[in-house]
């Protein structure tokens, strides 16, 4: 069993993964989680998101995204916001509860999309909707 680790001893982030190409020759995102205690550890986590390294620079990385990439980054940040928001949750933190709380099922993977879309209709419910 993996010993616990602090809370924030982690960083979540949206991450192009370049380690392989798709067929439609984008690559996909990930949620990158890295663990700095005990031992240094990088967890990638899919997503229904691919992108050309161009157009995630675009809508990721740029400070001023083009109306086109706005939702799309929106989008993005909810699930990033889903995934931290289920970190600080676990008191303290380890990765297996962490998986356990992100995709419930490992065999369905689509339940992180599952998450963050009921997350942004809370949202929108709510008329909470913005760019920050």
């Known amino acids: 069993m993996e010993t616990p680790i602090d809370k ?3 960083t979540i982030s949206v991450h192009l993964d370049k380690r392989r190409i798709k067929k439609n020759c984008k690559y996909p995102v990930t949620l990158r989680l ?3 205690e005990p ?3 990088r967890k990638y986590y899919p997503t229904k998101f691919e992108f050309t390294e ?3 620079y675009n ?3 740029s400070k001023k995204v083009r109306e086109q990439y ?3 980054k929106i989008e993005l940040q909810e699930l990033e916001n889903f ?3 289920v970190a600080d949750k676990i008191t303290p933190f380890n990765i297996p509860d962490f998986e356990r ?3 419930r099922n490992s065999a369905d993977l689509d339940n992180i999309y599952f998450e963050y879309e009921k997350t942004i209709k809370k949202f929108k419910d709510q008329e909470k909707i913005s760019t920050a």
């Open 54 to 56: 161009n157009e995630f």
């Open 39 to 41: 031992a240094k550890k």
């Open 59 to 61: 809508i990721w990385i």
């Open 34 to 36: 890295y663990v700095n």
């Open 8 to 10: 924030r001893a982690y």
């Open 70 to 72: 706005r939702s799309i």
């Open 83 to 85: 995934a931290y928001e």
């Open 101 to 103: 709380m992100i995709l």
